[in-house]
């Protein structure tokens, strides 16, 4: 009985016996972790494209909902750790001030797809207060499009533990 217990007792023990145990001198394997900023400025452009300025005719301005969601760096570009990346795009929007088409410039060649996804899914949802051309008393909504240049960049960078992974053939990676 006693010798039986024993073996028990030793049969318990041996699975934490095998594992190997990090020397407390080593560190913890660091990985990369950062945040995506994302900016929006606009890309200069000449007066092509513009509504011309007539006398007897004015304009409001479309302005930006304040509930327009901002593009997000797209998560699996993090680790990557990139330089700044920017996405030149025009940004068609219609007469009733919904963005219907997002196109990016020809500068934006050799930009991850990825990007330009992200700043498109994003556009798409974007509403505006209608342009209004003014002649008199008489309100005209136009459409309009702009070119706007984004800029992902990766802030806050830091390294962080990683978890270890499960052992295989019974060592640590």
């Keep these: 009985m006693k010798a039986s217990l024993l073996l028990l007792l030793a049969l318990l023990c041996l699975p934490a016996c095998s594992r190997q145990q990090r020397p407390a001198n080593v560190p913890e394997p660091l990985g990369f972790r950062a945040d995506g900023q994302v900016e ?3 890309a200069a452009t000449g007066e ?6 007539l006398v007897g005719i ?3 301005h479309a302005e930006a909902l304040a509930d327009n969601p901002s593009p997000v760096y797209p998560p699996e570009l993090l680790a990557l750790r990139l ?3 920017e996405v030149p795009i025009l940004m068609v929007v219609d007469a009733q001030g ?3 088409r997002v196109t990016p410039l020809q500068e934006a060649e050799g930009v991850s797809p990825l990007f330009f996804e ?3 899914s994003a556009l798409l949802q974007w509403r505006f207060s209608p342009l209004v051309r003014w002649q008199g008393e008489k309100a005209e909504p136009l459409p309009w499009s702009e070119r706007t240049i984004f800029v992902f960049r990766q802030v806050n960078g830091r390294a962080v533990p990683v978890a270890p992974q ?3 053939s ?3 990676r």
Aim: net charge positive.
């Design 166 to 168: 499960k052992a295989s």
């Design 118 to 120: 992200a700043v498109r």
């Design 40 to 42: 929006q400025r606009p």
């Design 48 to 53: 092509e494209g513009r509504y011309p300025l």
């Design 98 to 100: 919904q963005v219907v």
């Design 58 to 60: 004015r304009f409001d």
């Design 83 to 85: 330089p700044p990346v």
């Design 170 to 172: 019974g060592s640590l």
